[in-house]
């Protein structure tokens, strides 16, 4: 007997896909399930256990639109070039990425939920890698529960990363303290449809070294 029921927990953890195009744009999210999902994320381990964090979950029309424009613009141009090649180069796969990327940021400004998880601390690069990565460590792994609890209340996200080529700009549109960093963004909705099918990943025996890299 496992002390939970794997058979759930995995389905949960095999199945927390970036959804792009069976976000329900129409259904506004439930505030206090959101609340809940940032309740359970906090569990996650993080330095000291200084919780130095701060969701900022962005629901009103204006800023949502402000952000979507920043968005788009970091993300079009280089996912268009990307889909080009990858569409010259037979890959089907990758052309199915590409499309749903640039879907979502065609509907970016519709998503009910912006949410943009930040922690205090400044990037500086004379930092050394064990602080930059206990920086980002510490939110990071609350992240990814808080997609998780989002999943399986029936909710579905995406982790993002380009709104931050406009760190400056968003940080001022949400008054955003400069001693605190942006880390990311998880538009949120609604999942449409069924469930969600784990995606191919590389097998275990290829990515794991024992003991030693060789
Ligand atoms: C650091 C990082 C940045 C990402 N940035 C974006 C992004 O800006 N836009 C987007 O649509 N997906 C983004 N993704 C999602 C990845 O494209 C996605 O996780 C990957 O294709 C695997 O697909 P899956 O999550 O459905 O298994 C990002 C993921 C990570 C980990």
Redesign the pocket.
């Known amino acids: 007997m496992t002390p939970f029921d794997t058979s759930t927990t995995d389905r949960l953890l095999s199945t927390?896909?970036?959804?792009?195009r069976r976000l329900d744009f129409d259904r506004p999210v439930d505030p206090d399930v959101l609340r809940d999902c940032v309740r359970l994320a906090a569990y996650a381990p993080n330095a000291s256990n200084a919780q130095d964090w701060r969701w900022v979950i962005v629901t009103d029309t204006e800023p949502r639109a402000a952000i979507a424009d920043h968005?788009r613009a970091?993300?079009v141009p280089p996912?268009q070039e990307l889909l080009d090649r990858r569409r010259a180069d037979g890959d089907a796969a990758g052309v199915r990425?590409s499309e749903?990327?640039l879907y979502?940021?065609e509907r970016f400004h519709e998503v009910p939920a912006l949410v943009i998880p930040c922690i205090r601390g400044q990037l500086d690069p004379n930092l050394d890698l064990a602080w930059t990565a206990s920086l980002f460590g510490s939110i990071l792994p609350a992240v990814w529960s808080f997609q998780l609890a989002l999943h399986s209340r029936g909710l579905a996200s995406?982790?993002?990363?380009?709104?931050l080529l406009a760190a400056g700009e968003v940080a001022a549109l949400l008054d955003i303290p400069d001693d605190y960093l942006q880390t990311?963004?998880i538009p949120v909705a609604y999942l449409r449809g069924g469930d969600?099918k784990p995606?191919d990943?590389r097998d275990p025996d290829e990515i794991i070294a024992w003991n030693t890299w060789a």
């Open positions: 927390t896909r970036s959804v792009r968005y970091g993300i996912m990425h749903a990327v979502l940021a995406t982790f993002t990363t380009t709104h990311c963004l969600l995606p990943r």
